[in-house]
């Protein structure tokens, strides 16, 4: 028989299982607020050396090296996105984005990627094709420039931690804007230049694969942060009166959130954000890194016996350079991780982690999903867009990419709550606290070469099948859910 207070319990349970979900807003969007959905080169187009396209550190590294990535998986031919680009356009159609965010690769542009090397008029006619298919079907191109594949031959000439770095990617970035700017009017410089620096050249998690972190991730984002700025000038000055758009790079962090209320959590908290996203972000708003990272950089160098700091210095010249070159602000985020103070690490420890000196972990109770750094908590999205906007002066804000990872199937209704959770936060944001976004982005149009994770993780509202060699795409139960939210602009069946 089953007790009087089990009884209450289960009638208890039962009538929450059918409350609403309340957190998913009934309010709609704004009518000026867009959607729309990314992909990235590298990630989907396959064809890694047709038509002339270069060899880049992502080919290079699984053909060199299979077992770095999940199952021995390549890009070679990935979604074969190279020839399939016009089902992708009917696919944007289908969910009704208003713009697709996708990348172009540098090395199918201009196969050695150095400055003065000639360039592949195949890989133009490609990236024409692409964003004219997209403009006839009122679809609004956003471009990014650089997404991780950065040709071989350039890594070869010492890569992103070599100062060279800026002329080639202003070489490329003029064949881009002239070839291109007539059908684009937003640009992204880099997407993610924490994960190229921190993972190429810090932990060696992703290719190029070095890890000398606390040194040539400094270089790395140093000559980024420089290589950016006078991509913004080079557009501002020779292109930007007659074509009109505007400019910026998608940098990525979680929200920290403090482990307590104590203030030393708080502080590990906001050095955190600074070390992740102010690395960037800093330079490009205000001239010059976070000073949280400048005196605790400088100071540890010093004590390790250094003649100079491990983080380069920027002249004046370059400070006033670097500063405001960004037309709106971009961000790309997936989770929150749990912030706390530690014991300063041994001195001997060089790395950018002891440099930040923060304890990080990840609260077993937040819901898995396909990829282990990732957990469903969508309240962070709502604080990190507060953050950004009183930190950075309330920008206008483009969020590039959010998303979740399965491990197949079509009926992903984890990402379906997950939409609907971080859409209504930002939501919040947007309408109870002021946060100027106007964009939402979701990462991504079909399932996709993960980098170190192979095909194993698939962030795809679209499935694809990686067993059939026409790698044909099917619609998950996400993409219906996704192009209703376009279509009505309102998260719940009915909006009031
Ligand atoms: C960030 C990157 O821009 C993208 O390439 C990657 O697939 C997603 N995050 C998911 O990890």
Same mark, same amino acid.
């Given at each position: 028989?089953?007790?009087?207070?089990?009884?209450?319990?289960?009638?208890?349970?039962?009538?929450?299982?059918?409350?609403?979900?309340?957190?998913?807003?009934?309010?709609?969007?704004?009518?000026?607020?867009?959607?729309?959905?990314?992909?990235?080169?590298?990630?989907?187009?396959?064809?890694?050396?047709?038509?002339?396209?270069?060899?880049?550190?992502?080919?290079?590294?699984?053909?060199?090296?299979?077992?770095?990535?999940?199952?021995?998986?390549?890009?070679?031919?990935?979604?074969?996105?190279?020839?399939?680009?016009?089902?992708?356009?009917?696919?944007?159609?289908?969910?009704?984005?208003?713009?697709?965010?996708?990348?172009?690769?540098?090395?199918?542009?201009?196969?050695?990627?150095?400055?003065?090397?000639?360039?592949?008029?195949?890989?133009?006619?490609?990236?024409?094709?692409?964003?004219?298919?997209?403009?006839?079907?009122?679809?609004?191109?956003?471009?990014?420039?650089?997404?991780?594949?950065?040709?071989?031959?350039?890594?070869?000439?010492?890569?992103?931690?070599?100062?060279?770095?800026?002329?080639?990617?202003?070489?490329?970035?003029?064949?881009?804007?002239?070839?291109?700017?007539?059908?684009?009017?937003?640009?992204?410089?880099?997407?993610?230049?924490?994960?190229?620096?921190?993972?190429?050249?810090?932990?060696?998690?992703?290719?190029?694969?070095?890890?000398?972190?606390?040194?040539?991730?400094?270089?790395?984002?140093?000559?980024?942060?420089?290589?950016?700025?006078?991509?913004?000038?080079?557009?501002?000055?020779?292109?930007?009166?007659?074509?009109?758009?505007?400019?910026?790079?998608?940098?990525?962090?979680?929200?920290?959130?403090?482990?307590?209320?104590?203030?030393?959590?708080?502080?590990?908290?906001?050095?955190?954000?600074?070390?992740?996203?102010?690395?960037?972000?800093?330079?490009?708003?205000?001239?010059?890194?976070?000073? =949280?990272? @400048?005196? !605790?950089?400088?100071?540890? *160098?010093?004590?390790?016996? #250094?003649?100079?700091? &491990?983080?380069?210095?920027?002249?004046?010249?370059?400070?006033?350079?670097?500063?405001?070159?960004?037309?709106?602000?971009?961000?790309?985020?997936?989770?929150?991780?749990?912030?706390?103070?530690?014991?300063?690490?041994?001195?001997?420890?060089?790395?950018?982690?002891?440099?930040?000196?923060?304890?990080?972990?990840?609260?077993?109770?937040?819901?898995?999903?396909?990829?282990?750094?990732?957990?469903?908590?969508?309240?962070?999205?709502?604080?990190?867009?507060?953050?950004?906007?009183?930190?950075?002066?309330?920008?206008?804000?483009?969020?590039?990419?959010?998303?979740?990872?399965?491990?197949?199937?079509?009926?992903?209704?984890?990402?379906?709550?997950?939409?609907?959770?971080?859409?209504?936060?930002?939501?919040?944001?947007?309408?109870?606290?002021? =946060?100027? @976004?106007? !964009?939402?982005?979701?990462? *991504?149009?079909?399932?996709? #070469?993960?980098?170190? &994770?192979?095909?194993?993780?698939?962030?795809?509202?679209?499935?694809?099948?990686?067993?059939?060699?026409?790698?044909?795409?099917?619609?998950?139960?996400?993409?219906?859910?996704?192009?209703?939210?376009?279509?009505?602009?309102?998260?719940?069946?009915?909006?009031?």
């Amino acid at each position: 028989m089953i007790s009087n207070t089990k009884l209450i319990l289960l009638i208890i349970l039962f009538t929450l299982a059918q409350r609403p979900i309340e957190t998913a807003s009934n309010r709609s969007f704004p009518a000026s607020f867009k959607f729309g959905i990314a992909t990235s080169a590298h990630q989907i187009e396959g064809a890694w050396n047709e038509d002339g396209k270069g060899e880049n550190i992502w080919d290079h590294i699984c053909h060199t090296n299979p077992d770095y990535i999940d199952n021995g998986d390549n890009a070679d031919l990935a979604c074969d996105s190279y020839h399939k680009y016009k089902e992708d356009v009917a696919m944007l159609k289908d969910l009704g984005v208003n713009y697709y965010r996708f990348s172009l690769s540098w090395s199918r542009i201009i196969p050695l990627g150095i400055a003065g090397s000639p360039v592949n008029p195949a890989g133009i006619v490609y990236y024409q094709n692409l964003l004219q298919e997209l403009i006839d079907n009122d679809i609004e191109p956003l471009v990014t420039i650089y997404c991780w594949d950065l040709p071989e031959t350039v890594e070869e000439y010492g890569g992103f931690p070599n100062p060279e770095f800026e002329e080639h990617f202003a070489y490329y970035v003029r064949v881009v804007f002239q070839n291109f700017g007539h059908l684009v009017k937003y640009w992204i410089t880099f997407n993610e230049p924490l994960e190229s620096c921190y993972q190429g050249y810090g932990t060696g998690t992703m290719a190029p694969g070095y890890s000398h972190s606390g040194l040539t991730d400094y270089k790395c984002a140093h000559n980024i942060i420089k290589a950016h700025a006078k991509a913004y000038h080079v557009y501002d000055e020779e292109f930007r009166t007659q074509q009109q758009g505007s400019v910026g790079i998608v940098l990525d962090t979680s929200w920290y959130e403090p482990a307590t209320g104590g203030a030393a959590d708080v502080e590990a908290s906001e050095r955190a954000l600074q070390f992740a996203f102010g690395w960037y972000m800093h330079p490009i708003a205000f001239g010059n890194y976070p000073p =949280v990272m @400048v005196e !605790r950089i400088d100071q540890r *160098s010093e004590q390790q016996g #250094f003649n100079t700091s &491990r983080l380069p210095k920027f002249t004046e010249d370059e400070i006033e350079y670097i500063k405001g070159t960004y037309d709106f602000l971009a961000i790309n985020t997936y989770t929150t991780v749990y912030a706390q103070a530690r014991e300063e690490y041994d001195i001997d420890v060089i790395s950018w982690d002891s440099d930040m000196n923060v304890d990080m972990f990840l609260d077993d109770s937040w819901e898995e999903t396909g990829s282990s750094w990732l957990r469903v908590v969508p309240w962070g999205i709502r604080k990190l867009l507060n953050w950004l906007s009183k930190t950075y002066n309330n920008p206008e804000i483009f969020i590039t990419e959010n998303g979740v990872s399965d491990k197949d199937g079509l009926q992903d209704d984890q990402r379906i709550n997950f939409f609907r959770e971080y859409l209504s936060n930002v939501l919040d944001a947007v309408l109870d606290d002021g =946060v100027n @976004v106007t !964009r939402y982005t979701a990462w *991504s149009l079909m399932d996709n #070469f993960e980098w170190q &994770r192979g095909f194993s993780e698939k962030f795809g509202l679209y499935h694809v099948d990686f067993e059939d060699p026409e790698r044909s795409r099917t619609p998950k139960a996400s993409a219906e859910y996704y192009a209703q939210v376009i279509a009505t602009r309102c998260l719940v069946d009915v909006c009031d």
